[in-house]
C-alpha cells in the first residue's frame, strides 16, 4: 500500500468532496478531466502535499492545492484543512444563474395573439443568443 504521505487521486478528490463518490472521481481521471500539476492524471496516480489539482467540471474549473493527503472521507466543514481552493473568482461567477426575462399580461385579457406570440418568441430568440455569445 502506499505510504502517509500520498494517496491515489481519485481517493483523494472523493476524500475532498470533489466528487460524489469514488468512481465518479476515477471516471472522471479517465475522462482526462483531472489534471496534477499541468499533467494528465489516472486514477491509480499519486498526490503529495503541495501538489495543484485541477478539476474540470463545466462550466468551472477548479484548482485546488493538496494540504494533506487523505485516505478517507471528512466533514464538509474539515475540507479546508486539507485542500486549498485556489479557483479564480471568475471561474467561481460562471455559476451565477442567469435569470430568464418574463412577460406580464394583465389579468383577464386571454391568450396572446399570434402577433404578440412572435414577439414573445423573438425576445427568448435574442436573450439565448446573447447567452450562447459567453460560452
Given at each position: 500500500?502506499?505510504?502517509?504521505r ?8 472523493w476524500?475532498i468532496?470533489?466528487?460524489k463518490t469514488?468512481s465518479?472521481?476515477a471516471?472522471?481521471?479517465?475522462s ?6 499541468g ?14 489539482v ?6 468551472v474549473?477548479?484548482?485546488?492545492r ?8 471528512v466533514s464538509?466543514?474539515?475540507?479546508p484543512?486539507h ?13 451565477t ?6 412577460l406580464?399580461?394583465d389579468?383577464g385579457?386571454?391568450?396572446?395573439t399570434?402577433?404578440?406570440?412572435r ?5 427568448m430568440d ?10
Open positions: 500500500m502506499s505510504d502517509e500520498s494517496v491515489r487521486i481519485d481517493k483523494w478528490l476524500s468532496r470533489a466528487y469514488r465518479l472521481a471516471e472522471a481521471c479517465k482526462n478531466k483531472i489534471t496534477v500539476e499533467v494528465v492524471a489516472k486514477p491509480s496516480r499519486e498526490v503529495k502535499a503541495g501538489d495543484i485541477t478539476v474540470k467540471r463545466p462550466p474549473v477548479y484548482t485546488f493538496v494540504l494533506t493527503p487523505l485516505g478517507s472521507r464538509a466543514k474539515d475540507v484543512l485542500a486549498e481552493n485556489l479557483t479564480p473568482e471568475e471561474e467561481l461567477l460562471k455559476l444563474v442567469k435569470v430568464m426575462p418574463t406580464a399580461r389579468r385579457t386571454g391568450r396572446p399570434k402577433k404578440e406570440r414577439e414573445i418568441d423573438s425576445l435574442d436573450f439565448f443568443d446573447e447567452d450562447d455569445e459567453d460560452i
